[in-house]
């Protein structure tokens, strides 16, 4: 049956920044779909964790702090994790920061911090996580792209630069790995309500236009992106490579 293609009992995920926003909405589906799941986040999720539990799923916290994390230490995350829940079948690389500043005036501090979170973790946790997969026969990575992955932005040029290199890291790697089973994909999120988008928010004039440019007519939540994530870390898309599944209520059609 068709619907059983999208369960995803017996297999473990790892998703970054899961301890609120979109993170936690994506851990909280990836747990509903049948899985156990690994919370990366720099402060204890404690709240994600107790969403997941009466799912009856394994959680795992780990402690990690992707701006100040070595590719040695990532490696590290992802064999602790196989080691403690038996394997690794699912990377959802969530985790980002944003940096607004006038491209004049922008530093090169915030522009290294978004590069070292937004690109450095994602592809080494992809390179890790990959080895095992590749080893395994298969998997699924994940990884959250942006609007901002199309097109240029305003007063965030660290971001943009970092979302576009996502997709360009997802498409590299879903080249060479889609022969061996593992998925590579992104999923590209429109404007939705977390702390990453609250000024945008706060801004009745930004808010406003956002609102009228989008065919929905109003902002996504999280839990918007759980059928997208759950699709795509599933046997449902067996053969879905390197592709960007927008979700952002018809924003990119206008």
């Given at each position: 049956?068709?619907l059983?293609?999208?369960?995803l009992?017996?297999?473990?995920a790892?998703v970054?920044?899961a301890?609120?926003g ?10 509903q ?6 919370l990366l986040?720099?402060?204890?999720p404690?709240?994600?964790v107790a969403?997941i539990q009466?799912l009856g799923?394994?959680?795992?916290w780990?402690s990690?702090?992707?701006a100040k994390?070595?590719p040695?230490?990532?490696a590290?995350v992802?064999?602790g994790?196989a080691g403690?829940?038996g394997?690794?079948?699912?990377l959802?690389?969530?985790?980002g920061?944003?940096?607004r ?5 922008h530093?090169?501090?915030?522009w290294?911090?978004v590069m ?9 946790l992809?390179?890790?996580?990959g ?6 026969g ?6 959250i792209?942006?609007m901002?992955s199309f097109?240029?932005g305003i007063r ?6 970092a979302k ?6 997802t ?6 790995w889609?022969?061996?089973g593992?998925?590579?994909n ?12 609250a000024?945008?928010?706060?801004d009745?004039d930004r808010?406003r236009s956002?609102?009228?440019r989008?065919?929905a ?9 759980a059928?997208?994530?759950v ?5 449902a898309s067996r053969?879905?490579?390197?592709t960007?599944?927008?979700v952002?209520?018809?924003?990119l059609?206008r």
């Amino acid at each position: 049956m068709i619907l059983d293609s999208f369960r995803l009992d017996g297999r473990v995920a790892l998703v970054t920044g899961a301890n609120r926003g979109i993170g936690q909405a994506l851990a909280v589906a990836l747990a509903q779909a049948g899985a156990d799941v690994a919370l990366l986040s720099r402060s204890e999720p404690t709240e994600t964790v107790a969403l997941i539990q009466p799912l009856g799923r394994r959680t795992q916290w780990v402690s990690e702090d992707l701006a100040k994390a070595t590719p040695a230490d990532l490696a590290g995350v992802v064999s602790g994790v196989a080691g403690k829940l038996g394997h690794l079948d699912i990377l959802v690389n969530n985790a980002g920061i944003i940096r607004r500043a006038p491209a004049a005036e922008h530093s090169a501090a915030d522009w290294d911090e978004v590069m070292r979170v937004n690109v450095d973790a994602v592809f080494h946790l992809s390179q890790a996580a990959g080895r095992h997969m590749l080893a395994r026969g298969g998997g699924r990575i994940v990884n959250i792209a942006s609007m901002l992955s199309f097109q240029g932005g305003i007063r965030v040029p660290s971001y943009t630069a970092a979302k576009h290199a996502v997709l360009g890291v997802t498409r590299a790697l879903a080249n060479e790995w889609a022969g061996s089973g593992v998925n590579v994909n992104a999923i590209a999120p429109g404007y939705i309500t977390t702390d990453n988008t609250a000024p945008l928010r706060a801004d009745p004039d930004r808010a406003r236009s956002i609102v009228e440019r989008i065919p929905a007519g109003k902002w996504g939540v999280p839990e918007d992106l759980a059928g997208a994530m759950v699709f795509l870390a599933s046997d449902a898309s067996r053969y879905v490579h390197g592709t960007v599944l927008a979700v952002d209520g018809g924003w990119l059609s206008r």
